[in-house]
């Protein structure tokens, strides 16, 4: 139990590191791939949503601390969306292999447009554009290309973590 | 029953995470960008830095090997097209020696403040925004350097954007093609003022504001109008004069600027050590 839970911040941290180290450079169009939001994504998919609401919580809000975005803002995404992918998610995750990738494609798509809407709401001016979809499908197409590595990333650091076989 | 029990379990913990994020928000929201939730983001950034610089140290060799060896022939033609420049410069600053001491008797005898004499910290930039949602860079200066909130960011060429948060080791800067940014100009040749916001990466800036009457020329260069209470002081060079026409009926001439500095590919840059009420011009 101990193991697991410094594993997870681990990973989490890791992530972190990669977003604000290595992606920044990586821009493509103009859009900087997302994988704090991939975490979210795939902490649904492994662990179903509680572990999604949690690490998407997680996730977002350690985003946020390097962002001039209102604090929290991604937090409450990423929770909705680490929740959502979970609910959904959950039951059939070895029907086949490339669900997941297309799970991840759909639910990173929809995590930027979705909060590319709340921040216009919470008072960002001029985020909904046609630059928007692009970046929305940059970070779907990079995020369901690394799918498969983070979900052998969380899968390792929740391992025994949930201590449910249900949820692996 | 169980499967029942879980799943209202989970809603419970999604909705807790949810109102978390919301009072988050909401506190700074309101807070107006002061408080705890800045002093725990100085703190983040801080404690990150020198993990970003370590990173740095790995990466950037790499990349460098990478981007030389993709980018040969570009950085060939790239390298020849610079040494021409620099020697049209060269000839350039010989002629303009003269109207340059011609200028600054000018600016003497009229007791105006302008941008290249006011102090200033030279900074790298260490990091772009990882978000898509904000044009920022990040900058290995902070507090210590005497570099405060709104304070006006410039390289050589031109006016870059302005500090929007700073930490003891770390500055942000909020470029001036975020959409969120607004600065008053001035055309050069005409004198007359406008407000030119930004539109996006890449995308020229729109100017409101400017009069139907007002003759505007193609590559005319628009500088900051330093009116009183603006947030830059006057002079510093923003854009180029991109495309200008009047729209039958329109009550506004519609302008667009590129700026000078290349956003895009920003390496050192300075920050003005100055705010607006010790600028204040008549």
Redesign the interface.
Known sequence: MNQARAKVPLVLLLFL?V???????L?VF???P?VMLLLAVVAGIVG???VG??LG?AS??V?D?????????S??IF??VG?AVGSIQGGVLRAAWWIPIVTTFVASVAG?VF??LV?TV??????V?T?LFV?AVV?GLFNALVAPFAIRLVRWSISDATGEKAFA | MAVYRRSTRHRFLLVLLVLTSITVITVDVRGGGGGAMESIRRGARDAFAPVQSTADDVINPVSDFFGGLFRYGHLKAENSRLRRQLNDARGKVNASANSERERQELLALEKLSFADNLPAVAARVVATSPSNFQLTVEIDRGLPTGIQKGMPVVTGAGLVGRVIAVSQERATILLLTDPSFNVGIRLSGSGDVGVARGNGTRQPLPVDLVDVGTKVTGDEVVVTSGLQGSVFPPGVPVGKVRSAKVQPGSLQHEVSIDPLVDLTRLDFVKVLIWTPKDGGTP
């Open positions: 590191v977003e604000l180290t290595v992606l920044d450079r821009r103009g859009a900087v997302d179903g949503p509680r609401a949690l919580f977002g809000i985003l601390l390097f962002l001039e975005t209102p604090m929290g803002l937090a409450l929770c909705l929740y930027v909060y590319a921040a919470v008072g960002q001016p001029h985020l554009t630059h970046v970070v």
